[in-house]
């Protein structure tokens, strides 16, 4: 990370969230479940991270971009 990214982490971020591999591979195959959309691990964090800590977003509205599909299908990981 660079210099003038973490001065503005420092300044404009609350908090930062991590999601489990586990999780991430639960929240992918949940939109495709849901939604139809193979999406890459990276776009699915902010689910995975919603699905790990509940009560963090419990009767809140929230908004998750889902984007790309850089994912090789023959190694989906569900």
């Keep these: 990370m660079g210099s003038i990214t973490f ?10 969230y991590t999601a489990k591999e586990e999780s991430i591979i639960q929240a992918m195959k949940l939109i495709w479940e849901r939604m139809k959309i193979i999406v890459e691990p990276s776009s699915a964090v902010p689910l ?15 908004g998750i971009i889902l984007s790309g599909g850089n994912v090789d299908l023959n ?4």
């Design 7 to 16: 001065q503005v982490i420092r300044e404009k971020v609350d908090d930062i």
């Design 75 to 78: 190694h989906l990981p569900f």
């Design 48 to 62: 995975a991270i919603a699905i790990e800590n509940k009560d963090l977003f419990k009767n809140k509205k929230v």
